[in-house]
């Protein structure tokens, strides 16, 4: 009589004692095939589009100055027209918020789309590996040289790729602290060596950043280092559009000729050439499933694409899909439709109410701010004839770059006037603190209770002798007991 028996599992020895356990897995090096097609076609744009703005906008005059900068020394934003000063910080946190929601839109309807096309991780590594084929040829050249023995050819080759990813990483170092300080400065500093220590620093810090990020690290940033791959899952459902392998047609693969007939085969569209793992950036195999290392840049779908038309197989084996319409095909209509659900559409809302919100704040912002701050050295003190008079430091920050003129008028408490000059100007993007003190008549001070009441500055914008802005802040006036 014959006895079941259990399937024995392999347990791998126990280390010997002394040696060594490697926790981590060892990396394995990846050498991305490139790729021509639609969807690259839409990256190298991106590409393209982003460093034009990058390395451009600082270079950019506007009004006497470059278009963006922000001069943390003066405190002061310029973007554009647009001068912002640290009490306009609000703007910086809705512009945030929208940037967020934008991010959670776009990660409901497809995916990684960010990661995949225009994020810096993936911008950047795409230049530097466009480096390193013009350096050290296609992927099989880069496989083969660095499998075999160091040679002259290869280290020149490195030598030059090195020297060209240290030189466009110390461009972009210069460019992006040049948004912090006046760029036009800061290049012909540090070429006459008179630069200070801190935008050494920080050009010396950004430029070995970019050289590490996307010369080394590249999909170890992504895989480890970036947060979106992990919390990325709270945000997809099964009506995500994200890249996919479609298995109901895929499946089982094998190789054939191109004029097999492969049903007959029994075998599906994919001949199993590994080309969708050879072109992908992160090395993950796209015919697994969802993978949170997948970054959704479609370079498979390109690839794939490519071999279905030298079969003569539709397009499409690999593609952007949802998991439902995968599972259940149908129109394209229908996945539409699964793609524009409630939770987009109310993310949508969110986020279109929160620019046409942020716009509107813009352009109707006063075009100068004020803060008014009681002197605390001397509250309130007593002046001959009964009169009782306040001392207020007002700051006012003109919010344009050009000359304007301003007028302080102090209102809501009858008897109450300035004592000090009314008027003044304000040079372009200019801020000072003003002294001014406000004097109480004597009969109406009889007649107040001690202690603290309202009052309320109102300074106005002059142009030809009528204000063209005004801002009213409050205040107190204190009567001494």
């Not at 090195?162 to 460019?175: K, R």
Request: with cysteine; aromatic share 12%.
């Amino acid at each position: 009589m014959r006895t079941a028996t259990r399937p024995v599992i392999p347990i791998a020895p126990l280390p010997a004692a002394g040696e060594a356990v490697w926790l981590y897995e060892k990396r394995r090096q990846i050498y991305p095939r490139a790729v021509s097609g639609r969807h690259a076609a839409w990256r190298v744009a991106l590409v393209v589009l982003t460093q034009l703005v990058f390395y451009g906008l600082p270079w950019l005059p506007w009004n006497g100055r470059q278009a963006v900068l922000f001069d943390l020394t003066a405190r002061r934003f310029y973007i554009f027209d647009l001068v912002l000063y640290p009490q306009d910080f609000i703007y910086l946190t809705v512009l945030l918020v929208i940037c967020a929601c934008a991010l959670f839109l776009f990660t409901a309807v497809a995916g990684r789309l960010w990661c995949g096309f225009a994020c810096p991780q993936t911008v950047y590594t795409e230049i530097f590996l466009w480096i390193e084929r013009h350096l050290e040829g296609d992927r099989m050249a880069r496989m083969k040289r660095d499998a075999g023995p160091r040679s002259l050819d290869r280290l020149w080759r490195k030598g030059a790729k090195h020297a060209a990813w240290g030189a466009l990483a110390l461009v972009t170092g210069i460019t992006f602290v040049g948004y912090f300080t006046p760029i036009r400065t800061l290049t012909g500093e540090l070429w006459a060596g008179q630069s200070g220590a801190w935008e050494v620093f920080w050009v010396l810090f950004y430029a070995l950043a970019t050289y590490g990020n996307a010369g080394w690290l590249r999909e170890q940033v992504c895989l480890y280092m970036c947060p979106y791959a992990r919390f990325q899952s709270a945000m997809f459902d099964r009506d995500t559009l994200i890249v996919s392998y479609d298995a109901r047609r895929g499946d089982p693969r094998g190789t054939r000729g191109r004029d097999a007939d492969a049903r007959a085969l029994g075998l599906g569209d994919c001949i199993d050439c590994g080309l969708c793992v050879q072109v992908c950036p992160t090395g993950i195999d796209i015919r697994q499933g969802l993978q949170y290392a997948c970054i959704g840049c479609a370079a498979c779908v390109d690839v794939c694409n490519g071999v279905m038309d030298k079969m003569r197989y539709p397009r499409g084996l690999i593609r952007f899909a949802t998991q439902n319409s995968l599972a259940a095909p149908g129109a394209p209509s229908l996945t539409l439709r699964r793609v524009l659900r409630p939770r987009v559409l109310v993310y949508g809302a969110v986020l279109l109410a929160l620019c046409a919100g942020f716009t509107a704040s813009l352009w109707l912002r006063s075009p100068f701010r004020v803060d008014i701050v009681r002197d605390r050295g001397a509250l309130a003190r007593e002046l001959g004839h009964g009169e009782i008079e306040n001392v207020y430091r007002v700051q006012v920050m003109n919010a344009t770059e050009a000359r304007q003129q301003y007028r302080v008028v102090v209102e809501g408490l009858d008897g109450a006037a300035l004592a000090t000059r009314a008027d003044f100007a304000l040079g372009p993007a200019e801020a000072r603190w003003l002294p001014m003190s406000v004097r109480l008549a004597a009969e109406p001070a009889q007649a107040l209770q001690p202690g603290a009441h309202p009052l309320r500055f109102r300074i106005e914008r002059v142009e030809g002798g009528a204000p063209t802005a005004v801002v009213s802040e409050p205040s107190t006036f204190v009567v001494p007991r």
